[in-house]
């Protein structure tokens, strides 16, 4: 409620920054989704958010759309590349399908490169919203990357608790013995290959509405992914708490470090490493393991019952009785 | 005749395509890890050479022999010290520390050498070719780089299938707790593959800048070329990488004969052919495991 009515009462300033906060936050949970619930580890996410920018360029200046109909607009026509997409890096598992989505983004990025229509190399700006008032445009795109932000959280908590979920963590922990339960990991895997793409190209189509200006190398570049990588581990990989906890932490970094440049980056990558060999789990797994707190109810607890008399005790007690 | 001769360029940029992949080819052969460090740490090379040259003032082919025992050694240590402790838990943990570790020497590269582009100059040998017509020449840098990857890839092969040490990298690549109960350190073979992996990197750095103009954002789009020719070739075979480099860079070249904006987009038509008609690339051995 305090963030929804945040337009009200907050300056343009802090609604930009939380456009972006919301936007990384999507993008972090739909890769989380993949490589946290799906095993599937994608450096290519870039291509989703550049096809975005440029779906919604075409759905809003060209087709004359509606912002929240360009939205779905995008979201159809990302869906559909996903599936053909699929039918090629699908072919690569491991490390070598995060490679193969990668040469993905550097198609699509190539390609636009060459459309003199979409602005070529040096870009294209996004008119159609340019006539609204800026705070008016401002307050619109903060409502709908909030909607973007909370939508993915709750569509991802919505697939990992529902049958899809369990299929995906039976195929993450144990690909073979998944397939010989029963479970169709090829449908599984593509079901939230296809998500995550939607949702990787909304939230790109939100972050362009703000920024107005769309550049093939920046909207295809692998930064975006390097980002979102960053908050999904430094949060918690597998967990649907753990990007948020990234982003916050992520952001709060940023803030604090960003003048340092180049520095600031090679911390970041050795912190992502450094919580990668030492917590798998993330600050979110640091903290779960302190306190039990859950926010979505997906995780099964081991409730150990330590309340009986320990076997120490009991022996005491015993030996006591035999005197 | 200008498609002739695009072809023979190809193949000649496929040789350095080759000497990219070698070490991407031999490490997941070995110990299924995929190093996303790959095209940064070629990179470093590169800028290893140019301190060394700046320093000294000696050919960059020169460098070599400084470049690549510092390389190997570095492997071995980055093995021992970081990627070992990433391998049996899962796909997630190798991909993110190499990723993170590209990210690392991006920035570092970027914060000592700032974004400019830099050159090895190799002096006269850059700009002799060799005339085989009136209308074609073969330049001998091109010519020589391909030959180097032939020798390193023969070398390799023969070192693999031939000595002792082969012998522990086969054995631990089929099976490493086997192999360890014979005696093997499977933690020290890793090592050994990564430092073998690391000094084909070297010379690959050095040919490429002296080659080309590179700066320190140039590492991932040499990762994708390199990852590129290990699959058209087919993954864990040391000669599908040669011909995987080669057909790569023919495509590039052909792509680039129809229009200079097309020349990286051929070559990637022509992995996403592969990856549909013959997923398991064109040269893969027959018993590639199933991942």
């Known amino acids: ?323 | 005749m200008d498609w002739l001769n695009a072809i023979i360029q190809g193949v000649l940029l496929g040789g350095l395509y080759a000497l990219l992949a070698t070490g991407l080819s031999l490490v997941f052969g070995v110990m299924r890890l995929v190093n996303l460090a790959q095209g940064d740490l070629t990179i470093l090379a590169a800028f290893l050479s140019l301190a060394i040259v700046e320093a000294t003032g000696i050919n960059p082919l020169v460098s070599l022999v400084a470049v690549v025992p510092i390389m190997m050694i570095g492997g071995y240590l980055l093995q021992r010290l970081l990627l070992n402790f990433t391998l049996e838990r899962g796909v997630l943990p190798p991909v993110l520390a190499t990723f993170g570790l590209a990210v690392i020497l991006q920035n570092v590269l970027l914060s000592v050498y700032s974004a400019d582009s830099q050159g090895l100059d190799a002096g006269s040998i850059e700009r002799s070719s060799l005339r085989l017509t009136d209308q074609l020449a073969v330049g001998w840098l091109p010519l020589i780089t391909l030959i180097v990857a032939i020798v390193i890839l023969v070398g390799l092969q023969l070192l693999i299938s031939r000595t002792g040490l082969g012998r522990s990298l086969r054995a631990t690549a089929d099976d490493p707790d086997a192999a360890s109960l014979v005696g093997i350190d499977a933690r020290h073979i890793y090592g050994v593959a990564m430092a073998l992996a690391l000094g084909t990197i070297a010379i690959a750095g050095v040919f490429l800048g002296i080659r080309t103009t590179f700066g320190p954002a140039d590492g991932p789009v040499r990762l994708i070329f390199a990852f590129e020719a290990v699959v058209i070739g087919g993954l864990g075979s040391l000669w599908g990488t040669l011909v995987g480099g080669i057909i790569l860079g023919v495509a590039q070249a052909l792509g680039n004969q129809i229009g200079p904006g097309y020349q990286i987009l051929a070559g990637h038509l022509v992995f996403l052919a592969v990856l549909v008609f013959r997923p398991a690339g064109l040269f893969a051995r027959q018993t590639v495991r199933r991942a």
Do not use: C, H
């Open chain 1, 1 to 323: 409620m305090v963030l929804a009515s945040l337009p009200a009462w907050g300056g343009l300033g802090i609604q930009r920054l939380l456009v972006e906060f919301f936007a990384l936050l999507a993008l972090a949970t739909m890769w989380n989704l993949l490589a946290g619930f799906a095993g599937l580890v994608s450096i290519g996410q870039q291509a989703f958010i550049g096809l975005g920018a440029y779906t919604t360029l075409v759905a809003l200046d060209r087709l004359g759309l509606p912002p929240v109909v360009g939205l779905v607009v995008v979201a159809a026509v990302v869906g559909v590349i996903a599936l053909v997409t699929s039918a090629f890096v699908f072919r690569l598992s491991g490390g070598y399908f995060a490679i193969g989505m990668w040469v993905i983004a550097e198609v699509f990025r190539i390609i636009v490169t060459n459309t003199r229509e979409l602005g070529a190399g040096t870009g294209i700006s996004i008119r159609s919203l340019a006539s609204m008032p800026p705070p008016e445009r401002q307050a619109m795109i903060y409502w709908l990357a909030l909607a973007v932000g909370v939508g993915s959280i709750v569509v991802a908590a919505l697939i990992v608790r529902s049958r899809l979920g369990l299929a995906l963590r039976a195929v993450r922990d144990g690909e073979s013995a998944a397939r010989s339960l029963g479970v169709d990991v090829g449908r599984a895997k593509l079901a939230v290959f296809v998500v995550a793409a939607i949702g990787s190209a909304v939230a790109g189509a939100v972050i362009y509405l703000q920024l107005l200006r769309i550049q093939p190398t920046a909207a295809f570049g692998v930064d975006w992914t390097a980002k979102i990588i960053f908050i999904v581990v430094i949060g918690g990989l597998g967990r649907i708490e753990g990007p948020m906890v990234g982003a916050i932490v992520f952001f709060a970094l940023q803030e604090l470090l960003a003048d340092q440049g180049s520095l600031y980056l090679v911390i970041l990558g050795i912190t992502a490493i450094a919580i990668t060999l030492l917590a798998p789990n993330g600050l979110w797994g640091l903290l779960t393991s302190r306190f039990p707190i859950a926010l979505f109810g997906i995780e099964r607890r081991l409730v150990v019952d330590d309340s009986g008399p320990d076997p120490g005790t009991a022996a005491a007690a015993v030996a006591k009785d035999g005197q």
